[in-house]
C-alpha cells in the first residue's frame, strides 16, 4: 500500500487558489499531471496537479478520481508561470491553466485516451473547381445567393486558401478545423452543405508539416547596419533589447541570424507576431533561412493533430531544436531549453488578451520569462510602445536601431491638409480637400495605385430623420446604429445586432433620412463617382464578405489590377501592397482625439504604418493626412519620421500626469442590467480602495459608451505606483474586491479587473 499522499489540483474555475486532494493511485503522484477530481457537490472537472505535499490538509480531502497522463503534460515551468500570471494579472490560476491548456487535451472523464486526437490527419476542404475555371468562384457564390452562412463560411475558405499553397491546378486544402476555429462564425454544418452542393471536396488528409520553399535554402547575408545591430543585440548580456527598426529595415533577417544562433547550441526559439495572418510569411522565411524541417507554426486555428505533434516535440527533452512562430499564445507552450524569444512589432495591442481572464500581455509575459530563465529577447518595431521606449531610453533595456530601409527608399512626404480651410470655402470634393482631390485624379492619371484609409466602416455611423431628428439606437447598447446601405441595415458596431432601415421614421412617420458621417461604404460611393474609369475595391471586415468584393480581392492580390483601394486598417494587417504611390487618410480627427491617454500614440503608430506601405525605389510615396488640426504635434511627428520627438513629448506628458511608465494602470469594470446598481456598487468599492490604498483612485464613471449588450458599465482605475510596492497594493485591491459581498448587490455584479488596460 502507497504511503498517504495529497496533491495540491489547479482546476477552471475563478477561485484564486488551487484544491488538495489525497492520492489513492499506485503511481507516483507528480506536477504536471492531467487529473479528473471531485468538485463542488456532484461535478467532476479535469485538473492539473501543481504540487506534492507529504503534510495532510487539517480537513478530510476528497479523492483524486483518475490520472489522465502516464507523464506529466505540463512542465514546472508552466506552472510556475501560471501562479505567476495570476497573481500579476488578479486572475485564478484555474483561468491562466485554461488558457495554456490545448483543446486536444481537454479530454471528457470518460474518454479513454490520453489525448482526444482520433483520426490520424487532418479534415479538410478545397473549393471543387480547378484553379483556371475562374468564372465558377462567382457561380459559385451566385448559387449562394439565399444561403448567407454557406456564402461566408465558403468566403472564408478562400482567406484562408490565400495563405496556403495551391496545388498545381487545384485550390489549396484548409483544414476544418482553422475554418471553424473559435471566433469564426463558420459552422461544420455549413461545410457539409457546400459539400453536399459540389461546391467543396472533403478529404482526411495525412498531417503534413513540409513547407514548399520554392527558393534555396540559405540565411540572408547582413548588410553592415544589420550586421551592427546584431552585434549589438548579442552582447545585450541579460538585458531585454529592443531592435528599432525602420519598416523594410530588415528586422526579420537579423531575427534569423539570432535564432540561427540559438538552433546551434541546441536551444529552441519563440518567434512572435502579432496577427495569426503574419504567420505564413514569417514562416515561410524562416524555413528558407534554416530548413523547413527546423520552423514550425502555433496558432489557435491549427489542426489538432498539428498542435499536440510540437507540443510533444516541446516537452521531449532530448528533441530537436525549433523556431516556433506563434501568435500571443505561443508564450504557454512547454519551454524549456528555450534560448531566444523575439517579439516583433512589440507595439501591437493584439499581444494583449481582452477576454476572457487572464487578460496578459504576451509581450510583457515574454520578458518576465526571458528573465526568469536567463536568456535573451529582443522586441522588435518600427514605432515602438512608449513603455519599451521608457525601458530603452533608461538603460533598463538595451538597444539596437536600423533607421534606414533595406531597399534605401526613402520615408514618403506626409503632409497635413486643412479640412476646414475646405469646409468654409466650399471646395470639398466629395470625402476630399481640394489638394487630395487632385493628388488621386493626378496619381490615377499616371496608372498608380491609391489607398484612401478611413477607419471606420459601414456608410455612415449615425442615420437620422430629417424632419424630427430621430436618431435609432442599438436596444442593447448606448450608442447609435451605423447605417449600412448596400444591405440596408442598420448595425450595431458593438453587439452585432441587425435591424432593417425602417420605412418610416418611428417618431414622426416621416420618411426622410439623412446621414452624418462617412464610413467606408460612403466613401466607395464618392469616390466611384468623382473617379467612373477607376478599379476601385473597398476592404474591410464586411467588403471581406460580400462574393464579388471576394473575386475582385483574390484577382487583386494576384495580379494588382485595382487602381483605389479604401480601406480601414484591415488594410494595414497582413496586406503586403507592393508600392502604392498615394495614401490619403480621409479624417484623422477621430483617432487624434480619443478621449484616452493612449491616443495620440496609437494615432501616432497607425499614421506611420500607413505611410509605410507607400513609395518604391523609383518614386518616393506620398501621404495626405485631412484633419481640423493640420498643426497637431502628432502630425507634425509623423511629417518628420521623428520617432523619438514622438516619445519624448508622450513621455513627458505621461510623467507628468503620472501614467503608465511612470505609474501602473488597474482597471475594474462592474456590469449590470441596472445602472443604479453598477454605480452603487462601484461606488462602494471605490470608497473602500480609497480607504485602504489613501489615493491613486480615478471614477467610478461611466465610459463613453456606457452599456454593452445590455449590461451598464461602471469604470474605476487604480494607479499602482511604478515601484516595488506594487504587489502589496495589488493585493489590497483583492482584499476590497473580496469585500463586495458585504454590498447586498455584490454577488449580483459583475467584476472584470483589467491589469495594464489597453
Ligand atoms: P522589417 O522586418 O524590418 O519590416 P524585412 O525583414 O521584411 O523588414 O525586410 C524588408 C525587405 O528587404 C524584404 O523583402 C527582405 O527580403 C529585404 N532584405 C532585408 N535585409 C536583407 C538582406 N540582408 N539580404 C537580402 N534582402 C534583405
Ligand atoms: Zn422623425
Ligand atoms: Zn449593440
Known amino acids: 500500500m502507497a504511503e498517504a499522499r495529497w496533491v495540491d489540483v489547479v482546476v477552471p474555475v475563478p477561485v484564486r487558489t488551487a484544491f488538495t486532494y489525497a492520492w489513492p493511485l499506485d503511481r507516483e503522484p507528480e506536477p504536471g499531471l492531467r487529473v479528473f477530481v471531485p468538485f463542488g457537490r456532484n461535478r467532476v472537472l479535469l485538473g492539473v496537479v501543481v504540487s506534492v505535499r507529504t503534510d495532510a490538509p487539517d480537513y478530510t480531502a476528497k479523492d483524486v478520481l483518475r490520472c489522465v497522463d502516464e507523464r506529466p503534460s505540463f512542465q514546472r515551468q508552466q506552472l510556475a508561470l501560471w501562479y505567476w500570471l495570476s497573481e500579476y494579472y488578479l486572475c485564478a490560476p484555474g483561468e491562466a491553466m ?11 472523464p470518460d474518454d479513454e485516451a490520453p489525448y482526444t486526437l482520433r483520426e490520424d490527419g487532418v479534415w479538410s476542404v478545397r473549393f471543387a473547381a480547378p484553379r483556371h475555371d475562374g468564372d465558377a468562384v462567382n457561380r459559385a457564390f451566385g448559387s449562394l445567393a439565399r444561403a448567407k452562412l454557406q456564402a461566408e463560411a465558403l468566403l472564408r475558405y478562400f482567406q484562408l ?73 548579442s552582447s545585450a548580456a541579460g538585458q531585454p533589447a529592443l531592435l528599432w527598426g525602420a519598416t523594410g529595415s530588415g528586422k526579420t533577417e537579423v531575427y534569423l541570424h539570432l535564432a540561427a544562433h540559438a538552433l546551434e ?76 524569444i523575439v517579439v516583433d ?38 514605432t ?135 464610413g467606408t461604404e460612403r466613401i466607395e460611393e464618392e469616390v466611384e463617382a468623382l473617379f467612373p474609369e477607376a478599379r476601385i475595391l473597398r476592404v474591410d471586415s464586411d467588403s471581406a464578405r460580400s462574393k464579388r468584393a471576394m473575386s475582385d480581392f483574390l484577382q487583386w492580390m494576384e495580379s494588382g489590377e485595382i487602381d483605389l483601394v479604401v480601406g480601414t486598417q484591415m488594410v494595414g494587417k497582413g496586406l503586403d501592397i507592393a508600392g502604392l504611390a498615394l495614401a490619403v487618410v480621409t479624417n484623422a480627427d477621430t483617432m487624434l482625439s480619443r478621449p484616452d491617454f493612449r491616443a495620440h500614440e496609437r494615432a501616432f503608430q497607425l499614421l506611420l504604418q500607413v505611410a509605410g506601405r507607400t513609395g518604391r525605389r523609383e518614386q518616393r510615396g506620398l501621404l495626405l493626412v485631412q484633419t481640423a488640426t493640420p498643426g497637431h504635434p502628432v502630425l507634425q511627428k509623423v511629417a518628420d519620421h521623428d520617432v523619438a520627438g514622438m516619445m519624448d513629448l508622450l513621455l513627458r506628458d505621461r510623467a507628468e500626469h503620472h501614467y503608465p511608465p511612470f505609474a501602473r ?47 451598464f458599465r461602471q469604470h474605476l482605475w487604480v494607479k499602482l505606483p511604478a515601484d516595488g510596492s506594487v504587489k502589496a497594493t495589488k493585493r489590497r485591491v483583492l482584499k476590497e474586491l473580496d469585500g463586495l459581498i458585504y454590498h447586498p448587490h455584490g454577488r449580483s455584479v459583475r467584476v472584470v479587473v483589467d491589469v495594464d488596460p489597453i
Open 98 to 108: 485554461a488558457a495554456a491548456m490545448p483543446g486536444f487535451m481537454q479530454v471528457e
Open 161 to 233: 486558401a490565400l495563405e496556403a499553397e495551391p496545388d498545381d491546378n487545384r485550390h489549396p486544402w484548409v483544414a476544418v478545423a482553422s475554418l471553424t476555429a473559435e471566433g469564426s462564425d463558420v459552422k461544420p454544418a455549413h461545410l457539409s452543405a457546400l459539400v453536399e452542393r459540389g461546391i467543396l471536396e472533403r478529404e482526411l488528409r495525412p498531417l503534413d508539416r513540409s513547407l514548399d520553399l520554392g527558393d534555396a535554402l540559405a540565411l540572408p547575408e547582413l548588410s553592415e547596419a544589420q550586421s551592427a545591430a546584431l552585434t549589438e543585440l
Open 265 to 340: 547550441e541546441g536551444k529552441h526559439v519563440l518567434l512572435m507576431v502579432p496577427e495569426i495572418g503574419l504567420i505564413p510569411q514569417v514562416l515561410r522565411r524562416a524555413g528558407r533561412a534554416l530548413g523547413a524541417e527546423r520552423v514550425a507554426a502555433w496558432h489557435h486555428q491549427l489542426a489538432d493533430g498539428e498542435r499536440r505533434a510540437l507540443w510533444d516535440h516541446l516537452l521531449d527533452p532530448d528533441s530537436a531544436p525549433r523556431v516556433v512562430v506563434a501568435t500571443r499564445s505561443g508564450i504557454l507552450l512547454p519551454w524549456h531549453r528555450l534560448g531566444l
Open 345 to 382: 512589432e512589440e507595439h501591437e495591442t493584439s499581444y494583449k488578451q481582452q477576454e476572457p481572464a487572464p487578460r496578459y500581455h504576451a509581450r510583457d509575459v515574454a520578458v518576465w520569462l526571458a528573465q526568469q530563465k536567463k536568456i535573451p529577447i529582443v522586441l522588435g518595431s518600427a
Open 384 to 518: 515602438p510602445s512608449a513603455e519599451t521606449w521608457h525601458h530603452a531610453a533608461t538603460g533598463k533595456y538595451a538597444r539596437a536601431a536600423l533607421p534606414e530601409r533595406y531597399s534605401g527608399v526613402a520615408f514618403p512626404e506626409v503632409r497635413a491638409l486643412s479640412t476646414l480651410k475646405a469646409q468654409v470655402l466650399h471646395q470639398e470634393v466629395g470625402p476630399f480637400t481640394p489638394e487630395a482631390y487632385a493628388a488621386v485624379a493626378q496619381a490615377l492619371v499616371d496608372r498608380q495605385q491609391v489607398l484612401v484609409f478611413q477607419n471606420r466602416r459601414g456608410y455612415a455611423p449615425v442615420l437620422t430623420c430629417m424632419n424630427c431628428g430621430w436618431i435609432e439606437p442599438c436596444s442593447e447598447c448606448d450608442v447609435s446604429l451605423t447605417y449600412h446601405k448596400k444591405a440596408r441595415q442598420l448595425v450595431c458596431h458593438y453587439c452585432g445586432l441587425h435591424k432593417d432601415l425602417p420605412q418610416t421614421c418611428p417618431q414622426c412617420r416621416q420618411s426622410a433620412w439623412d446621414w452624418r458621417g462617412l
Open 665 to 711: 494602470m488597474l482597471r475594474i469594470e462592474v456590469r449590470h442590467r441596472k445602472e443604479s446598481v453598477a454605480r452603487d456598487v462601484a461606488h462602494f468599492l471605490a470608497e473602500n480602495l480609497l480607504r485602504a490604498l489613501a489615493g491613486g483612485i480615478l471614477g467610478p464613471d461611466a465610459p463613453p459608451v456606457a452599456r454593452v449588450q445590455g449590461l
